[in-house]
């Protein structure tokens, strides 16, 4: 959260904007800096009030964070040191957010903090797992090495999301397509229909009966329904916004059993590929553990923590891993002999690769089954409405025959 501190420096006067965890985390900050920090309050964001209702919206900055690490990648195999090249992404950056990002690691780096300690003051722009990373090169001082690493992990999960949002896009267009033809039929083409056979209900099969009494219900209600549909939906966004609803759709999700393991999978191959980027890096085992629990979901998560509490008793990590459940039979393999040859990090690294590839290969194979299901189930809600419809008309020309 940013803060807006008011503080004295030189007899001067003067506001900062600080990211701090609370009001007195910022105070402090500012007096770190060399400030005499007098107050400090949240900084305020603009938003719509009406009646007794306040809603504030508030856009949190983006910050860039894969190109900010390829630029200074760049410059720093170019000869330049970590403040010139920040000076120099600092210069050439236009938009004011991700300048004051810069400009905040400048002032930091010229007090004489590290480069990691520098990015833990902007936890808004930098996840733990980005300082975590620059942590471990501090001490081997192979800030490119990190850099570049982590460039290659964003590229590589980009790649995992991208697949799962391409296969997802069909099915989501023959639904939203769908959906909208079925809305159509029934709010609008019913509803003519019904008046066209009014006064025949008796001499109607059932189910068209049924339908066209649902059509006159919306001649007549039309307006209450469409309000009922605005304010379903605007309950169904507010809904997914919550956490705790999200949170319990996951639930479910997971307790699907087969897709509920390709979950697992996914959840794993993150898992493995931080970790043994971190490992790779020169992170310890059980900081590095720390540094990815919030990558798991919640279950998984208290294994991993048995599985790092094992670790610390002397247990290897393929063991540990092993009796938490956090690991597959080809996995622990593959981590035994990661083990005997002292390069668990690249052998994690290849397990991830290993879980995505068997993830890509369970979405092919999903949608080439779901989308022609999917295609058939709404053409037959389609068709039925539709010979609904038309089912009179049929009768009424056999008996004119």
Do not use: C
């Not at 897709?259 to 590929?273: H, K, M, N, P, T």
Request: no cysteine.
């Amino acid at each position: 959260m940013d803060f807006e501190v008011r503080a004295v420096r030189a007899g001067e006067i003067v506001s900062l904007i600080i990211a701090a965890n609370h009001q007195a985390d910022a105070m402090e900050q500012a007096t770190a800096k060399g400030y005499v920090a007098i107050h400090a309050k949240p900084t305020t964001t603009k938003g719509f009030t009406g009646g007794f209702t306040s809603f504030k919206f508030k856009q949190l900055p983006h910050f860039p964070l894969v190109l900010f690490s390829q630029e200074l990648l760049a410059l720093l195999e170019a000869g330049l040191n970590l403040v010139e090249a920040i000076e120099a992404l600092a210069e050439k950056e236009i938009r004011s957010e991700v300048k004051h990002v810069l400009d905040s690691l400048l002032q930091a780096l010229y007090e004489g903090q590290t480069f990691s300690a520098a990015l833990h003051l902007m936890p808004h722009a930098f996840p733990l797992l980005y300082i975590a990373t620059v942590r471990a090169s501090e001490k081997t001082g192979d800030l490119p090495e990190a850099l570049s690493r982590y460039v290659a992990y964003e590229h590589q999960l980009g790649l995992v999301k991208k697949k799962i949002i391409s296969a997802s896009i069909y099915p989501a267009l023959l639904v939203g397509v769908g959906g909208l033809v079925i809305m159509f039929l029934l709010g609008f083409v019913v509803p003519k229909f019904s008046k066209i056979y009014e006064g025949t209900g008796g001499n109607l099969p059932f189910l068209s009966q049924v339908l066209l009494a649902w059509g006159v219900f919306i001649e007549s209600h039309g307006k209450q329904m469409l309000i009922a549909v605005v304010v379903g939906i605007a309950t169904l966004g507010y809904g997914f916004s919550l956490s705790v609803v999200r949170k319990w759709i996951t639930q479910l999700f997971w307790r699907i059993p087969a897709l509920g393991e390709r979950l697992r999978i996914f959840q794993l191959a993150r898992f493995y590929r931080t970790l043994g980027m971190l490992l790779t890096g020169g992170t310890p085992i059980i900081p590095a553990l720390e540094s990815v629990s919030g990558l798991l979901q919640v279950s998984l998560r208290s294994k991993m923590q048995q599985a790092s509490l094992a670790i610390s008793h002397g247990q290897t990590i393929s063991m540990a891993m092993e009796l938490t459940g956090l690991t597959t039979p080809v996995a622990l393999r593959m981590l035994r002999v990661g083990e005997r040859g002292g390069k668990i990090g690249d052998m994690m690294e290849r397990i991830a690769a290993f879980y995505d590839e068997e993830l890509a290969r369970w979405i092919d194979w999903f949608t080439k089954l779901f989308e022609p299901i999917l295609m058939l189930v709404i053409g037959l809600v389609i068709g039925v409405v539709v010979l609904l419809l038309y089912m009179p008309i049929f009768e009424l020309a056999g008996n004119i025959q």
